[in-house]
């Protein structure tokens, strides 16, 4: 699952890889697109929940090498440097990102009527990654009062100019079923805040590799 986001607030509502979307507002990274799409993306074969209501699907061009914009995917621990809604973030295993591998993080919490709680507590699982090529995790978001589960998949395809980076997550729980179309932006909001920190990041790296 993602995240969820807000200026204190973004990335899956988990994902994170559910998360991220759940907590604000960010502007899309230049060179987003969102589109429907008749297939949803998959890594080794598996994709997003199809009986989800609440999904969303987005993609930019990163001008940054693969190697650039994977490590910074898949250095979990590190995501509270460049992710400003990611509050913590912690491996629960060691090593490289595999399948099996968990990790937990927390993000804020914008109010929301069903509950008082300020904090989003999320616990995600790699169920399928091809090392730079995809990652797709899933996980429970929870806070008091409110529960959502998440599934977060990513693609990362090197192109003439840096990496097509295409996302998509679906939620599903009481809370975000009760109100789609609000969920639903609220997710789009956190997909998107998301990539634009990758992609600024990621960019950023590359230009002082060069130098």
């Known amino acids: 699952m993602s995240g969820t986001r807000s200026t204190g607030a973004r990335a ?24 429907r799409h008749d297939t949803s993306l998959t890594c080794r074969g598996a994709g997003v929940d ?11 061009l990163v001008h940054a090498p693969l190697r650039t ?16 809604p990611v509050r913590s973030a912690e491996r629960l295993d060691h090593g490289p990102l595999r399948r099996g591998s968990v990790f937990h993080w927390t993000t804020p919490l914008p109010p929301n009527p069903a509950t008082t709680a ?6 995600s699982t790699v169920r399928q990654v091809r090392p730079g090529s995809c990652i ?5 978001a929870d806070a008091e009062g409110l529960h959502i589960d998440g599934v977060h998949v990513w693609n990362f395809t090197a192109v003439d100019g840096g990496v097509l980076v295409r996302t998509e997550e ?10 789609v179309p609000a969920a639903t932006a609220i997710l789009r909001q956190g997909l998107d805040g998301w990539l ?9 790296r590359a230009r002082q590799q060069r130098n």
């Open 12 to 35: 899956a509502l988990v994902t994170a890889p559910l998360v991220l979307g759940l907590l604000g507002a960010a502007a899309a990274p230049a060179g987003a697109a969102t589109s």
């Open 50 to 60: 199809p009986g989800a209501k609440v999904r969303y699907r987005t993609e930019a």
């Open 69 to 84: 914009v994977w490590k910074l995917q898949t250095d979990i621990a590190r995501w509270p440097a460049w992710q400003a």
């Open 118 to 123: 300020t904090e989003l507590d999320i616990t």
């Open 136 to 140: 797709r995790w899933t996980g429970p």
């Open 170 to 179: 679906t939620h599903t729980g009481p809370q975000v079923d009760a109100n």
């Open 196 to 204: 634009h920190d990758l992609t600024t990041t990621a960019e950023a």
